[in-house]
T-cell receptor, first 111, second 114 residues
């Protein structure tokens, strides 16, 4: 079957670094996405990894290991506005643009 | 540049009524998707469309109907609304011709069925 696992909730302190993990088991793989979703809003695209390694984009970085079926999103210098849900999604290469979604990790940032 | 819009943003209806949720995108993206999002279930795909006049079922299509006569519009109809269809509905679109299948979401419609 197809499965994506993420922790349900995490908390961290303003200014700190937090790592949100995602493991996946899918029939195919053509890339992994991270989306951010603030409460009451739509998901917005954060990052995309298709090759192994780290992709850095400002305070956010995303890592992928295809052999381990594993990714993480790293958030540095946490700010209160980073309190949101972070969704991991995998393109299983079905040629139909569908993504397989994790349930999301709710991150709370405390002052 | 409106991007992708949904209407209405909020809707309250009664069991058994027909409801249509609208989705409009100005990017000329080929692919469009309808999701529902509920606590504990995450995003679940209802229907998707690869192009005008091409639609296919997703994970939870029962009780829903879609059409796509024009590239920019992808309405979702609940033929006879039930309380279990109370949810937040998101429309998304994705372009072709790129190496990655990034989906871009509309603001959502919060539907309550009484």
């Amino acid at each position: 079957g197809q499965n994506i696992d993420q922790p349900t909730e995490m908390t961290a302190t303003e200014g700190a670094i937090v790592q949100i993990n995602c493991t996946y088991q899918t029939s195919g793989f053509n890339g992994l996405f991270w989306y951010q979703q603030h409460a009451g809003e739509a998901p917005t695209f954060l990052s995309y990894n298709v090759l192994d390694g780290l992709e850095e984009k400002g305070r956010f970085s995303s890592f992928l290991s295809r052999s381990k079926g594993y990714s993480y999103l790293l958030l540095k210098e946490l700010q209160m506005k980073d309190s949101a849900s972070y969704l991991c999604a995998v393109d299983n290469a079905g040629n139909n643009r569908k993504l397989i979604w994790g349930l999301g990790t709710s991150l709370g940032v405390n002052p | 540049d409106a991007g992708i819009t949904q209407s209405p943003r909020y809707k309250i209806t009664e069991t058994g009524r027909q409801v249509t949720l609208m989705c409009h995108q100005t990017w000329s993206h080929s692919y469009m998707f309808w999701y529902r999002q509920d606590l504990g279930h995450g995003l679940r795909l209802i229907y998707y469309s690869a192009a005008a006049d091409i639609t296919d079922k997703g994970e939870v299509p029962d009780g829903y109907v879609v059409s796509r006569s024009k590239t920019e519009n992808f309405p979702l109809t609940l033929e006879s609304a039930t309380r279990s269809q109370t949810s937040v509905y998101f429309c998304a679109s994705s372009p072709v011709g790129t190496s990655r299948d990034t989906q871009y979401f509309g603001p959502g419609t919060r539907l309550t069925v009484l």
